[in-house]
């Protein structure tokens, strides 16, 4: 089973390096195909809903290590457009893990109680516990996203007047880039996805909910109509991962065009950081052995 798990974690590797970006310099949203589905063809689906299966399966047992040693955490980032596959992607990712070590929080547009707050505020709270892994449905990246696309967000936050200038977003990437060292420093461990879905794409997802009645609860208008910024989006995420992208908290573009690939990506980067972490159940001393071997033969004369 050893070297199966290394196996996994070979290919996982070959899934997930050309979609990794940890140097931002240079980075162009370009140069990433949302189509990719690397030497994977449509006609190998089948294949790379396998390869999922299994790797589900090594996510959970390295999950129950993460969970008993309990010194690392693993804090997980989704950014993407709308009808991307974020929920698709964390649903089907995290299927086989135990619900107790995992949870999700998603960021929708701040309440009273988050404005009259710095924006980190409210993913502070939520952090995830040591053992745990923390799954972050958007997150303080929209600061740097919806907020800059959209000036009347930036408004509503409250902040003196003499601090919003024209350094705003390079303020706010570098005080996230100090924010995801200082996690860094303290064992929680940071991935960031930004899935990457073309526009051609997402009208024709957005069509489909509209078409589909178990669908149509998914679709808003407003998601629809915010199409017409597209191009400052793709803007402000290439300016976003250029700024942000680092060693201890890389970005993985994940192309999101195919849904059974996006998952596939998604689910080698989370396997191949916990075998990083080179993660092992608590070792029992001779004291504890010596009382678990006591107390069975106490059971045992019952
Ligand atoms: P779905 O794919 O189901 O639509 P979603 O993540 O888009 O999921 P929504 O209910 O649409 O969920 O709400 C998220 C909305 O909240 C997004 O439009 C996002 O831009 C907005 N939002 C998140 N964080 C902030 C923020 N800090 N300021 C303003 N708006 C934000
Ligand atoms: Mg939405």
Redesign the pocket.
Request: net charge negative.
């Given at each position: 089973m050893k070297m199966k798990m290394k196996e996994i974690v070979s290919q996982c590797r070959n899934i997930t390096s050309p979609f990794r970006v940890a140097k931002g310099k240079g980075f162009r949203l370009k140069d990433f195909d949302p189509g990719d589905t690397l030497q994977f063809s449509e006609k190998d689906k089948k294949r790379a809903k396998e390869a999922l299966a299994l790797g589900i399966k090594a996510l959970a047992e390295l999950q129950d290590k993460l969970y008993a040693q309990d010194k690392w955490a693993v804090l997980l980032i989704f950014q993407a457009m709308?009808?991307?596959g974020?929920?698709g992607a964390i649903k089907h990712v995290m299927s086989g893990v135990n619900p107790q070590g995992c949870q999700v929080s998603?960021?929708?547009?701040?309440s009273a109680d988050?404005l009259d707050h710095d924006?980190l505020y409210r993913c502070m709270k939520v952090l995830p516990n040591r053992g745990h892994i923390g799954i972050f449905?958007?997150s303080?990246y929209?600061?740097t996203?919806?907020?800059r696309v959209?000036p009347e967000?930036l408004a509503?936050q409250k902040l003196p007047p003499t601090l919003v200038t024209k350094d705003i977003w390079k303020q706010r990437f570098e005080d996230i880039g100090n924010f995801e060292q200082y996690l860094a420093h303290n064992g929680v461990v940071v991935r960031k996805f930004f899935l990457n879905v073309s526009k051609k794409e997402q009208k024709r997802r957005f069509l489909e909910r509209i078409e589909t009645p178990e669908k149509n609860w998914?679709f808003?208008a407003?998601?629809a109509a915010?199409r017409e910024h597209w191009k400052e989006y793709t803007e402000a995420y290439e300016d976003m991962i250029c700024h942000t992208a680092s060693e201890e908290a890389p970005w993985y573009v994940v192309p999101a065009d195919n849904k059974w690939f996006t998952r596939l990506v998604v689910a080698a980067t989370v396997i191949e950081t916990l075998a990083s972490l080179d993660l092992k159940y608590p070792e029992v001393g001779q004291d504890k052995l010596k009382e678990l071997a006591a107390t069975k033969k106490t059971l045992l004369n019952k």
């Open positions: 709308d009808a991307a974020k929920d998603s960021f929708k547009s701040p988050d924006y449905n958007r303080y929209e600061e996203l919806v907020v959209h967000c509503k998914k808003s407003s998601d915010e």
